[in-house]
């Protein structure tokens, strides 16, 4: 089991900054693709962003895209996501999740790939 502990959730205003973590302990770190996803209130879980093992390719959602950045530690183990210029609509719990690929420069954005999550943190950005 891999297990990932996110942190950094919030209330914020719009138009502030949040920086999200995620450890992961139990299994090399560096095997998994990590993700970020979120669910708003009386939504389905979407993927926000991923980034590859190696942390060569990243992927963003495009209703996040340039404002927030994935990146990852492989040596610490952690997994970021910096959030800025956030919205109303940015509301909701944020969970990592990893995927364990096979190829270190490859990604993937489907949930059922992922095969460890956190618990979540929720984020709340107030208009």
């Known amino acids: 089991q891999m297990q990932l502990v996110e942190s950094g959730g919030g209330l914020v205003q719009h138009g502030d900054s949040l920086r999200l973590s995620c450890t992961g302990s139990?299994?090399?770190?560096?095997?998994?693709?990590m993700a970020w996803f979120r669910q708003a209130p009386g939504k389905e879980r979407t993927i926000v962003a991923t980034i590859s093992r190696d942390g060569s390719i990243t992927y963003h959602d495009e209703s996040v895209k340039g404002r927030f950045t994935i990146s990852r530690d492989n040596r610490g183990g952690t997994v970021f996501l910096q959030m800025n210029t956030l919205r109303p609509t940015d509301t909701a719990v944020y969970y990592c999740?990893?995927?364990?690929?096979?190829?270190?420069?490859?990604?993937?954005?489907?949930?059922?790939?992922?095969?460890?999550w956190g618990q979540g943190t929720q984020v709340t950005v107030s208009s």
């Open positions: 139990g299994r090399p770190f560096g095997n998994y693709a």
């Open positions: 999740a990893a995927a364990p690929l096979r190829v270190p420069f490859a990604i993937v954005t489907t949930e059922s790939s992922y095969d460890f």
